[in-house]
C-alpha cells in the first residue's frame, strides 16, 4: 500500500514569505502529525491532527499552523519565514491518537534565504 | 516533562564488531519506538517496544525495553557497512503533550 506522501521535496523561500507544505497519510490512518528536525534541535513535535482537529502542540510560535481536511490529508502552514526555520519537515500518519506505530514521509526539505 | 537521551551520540566501529546504543527516558512511558534514518531521507520504522521485558529482533539488529529502568538498547551484531545510519529512539506517553519524544540520535558509522 503507498506511503506517507509529502509534497513538495524541496523548497526554497525568502524570509518574510510563506511556505504551505502537504502531507496525504497512509490509506485509513487518521492521525497525521508533524516534526521538524534540524542539526541543532534535533526532532521536534510540530503539531499532531486527528478527524480535523488539532490534539496536541508543539513549543513553536503561532508562526506554525497547520490543518486536516476530511480525507484525512493535512497541511501545515509557516508565515513570515526566518532564516532559522530552514529544516527538513516530516510529516507522520498512524492509525489512531495513542499508541498508533507513526510511519514517516520522506519529508519536505525547505530552505530559506 | 519527558526527556529522551541516546548514548553515545556517536559510533565508529569496525564491521564484524557488537556494540550497544542506550536510551534513557525520564518518565515511565507506553511505548518505546527505534527509527532508522539515511543522510538526506526519512525515518524508517525498525522496532516497537511495548511493554517491560520486550525484545525484538531483525537481522543483526537487537532491540530490548526495560521499563523499570526507562531504558532500552539497541545492539548490534557483527556490524556491516550497510548498518552505517543515524539510529533514533522515541517515547510516546498516553496523555503526553507530544506525539513522540525523540532521542538526539546515535550516529553510527561502520567501517570495512
Known amino acids: 500500500k503507498a506511503g506517507v506522501t509529502q509534497t513538495p521535496r524541496y523548497l526554497i523561500k525568502t524570509r518574510g514569505q510563506q511556505v504551505t507544505l502537504s502531507c496525504s497519510p497512509i490509506?485509513?490512518?487518521?492521525?497525521v502529525s508533524w516534526y521538524q528536525q534540524t542539526p541543532g534541535q534535533g526532532l521536534q513535535f510540530l503539531f499532531e491532527?486527528?478527524?480535523?482537529?488539532?490534539?496536541n502542540k508543539g513549543n513553536f510560535p503561532g508562526r506554525f499552523s497547520g490543518r486536516q481536511f476530511s480525507n484525512s490529508r493535512s497541511e501545515m502552514n509557516v508565515s513570515t519565514l526566518e532564516l532559522g526555520d530552514s529544516a527538513l519537515y516530516l510529516c507522520?500518519?498512524?492509525?489512531?491518537?495513542?499508541?498508533?506505530?507513526?510511519?514517516f514521509g520522506q519529508g519536505t526539505r525547505l530552505t530559506v534565504v | 516533562e519527558l526527556k529522551v537521551e541516546q548514548n553515545p551520540l556517536f559510533l565508529s566501529m569496525q564491521e564484524g564488531k557488537n556494540y550497544t546504543i542506550y536510551c534513557n527516558y525520564s518518565?515511565?512511558?507506553?511505548?518505546l519506538y527505534w527509527y532508522r534514518q539515511d543522510p538526506g531521507k526519512s525515518l524508517e520504522s525498525l522496532f516497537v517496544?511495548?511493554?517491560?521485558?520486550a525484545v525484538k529482533q531483525e537481522g543483526r539488529l537487537m532491540a530490548s525495553l526495560d521499563t523499570k529502568a526507562r531504558l532500552s538498547t539497541l545492539h548490534i551484531t557483527a556490524a556491516v557497512h550497510d548498518l552505517s545510519a543515524t539510529y533514533f529512539c522515541?517515547?510516546?506517553?498516553?496523555?503526553?503533550?507530544?506525539?513522540?519524544?525523540f532521542g538526539k540520535g546515535t550516529k553510527l558509522t561502520v567501517n570495512p
Open positions: 507522520a500518519s498512524s492509525l489512531r491518537i495513542q499508541g498508533g506505530e507513526a510511519f
Open positions: 517496544l511495548l511493554s517491560n521485558g
Open positions: 491532527y486527528f478527524s480535523e482537529t488539532q490534539r
Open positions: 490509506s485509513g490512518h487518521r492521525s
Open positions: 522515541a517515547v510516546d506517553k498516553e496523555g503526553g503533550s507530544e506525539k513522540l519524544v
Open positions: 518518565t515511565t512511558s507506553d511505548r
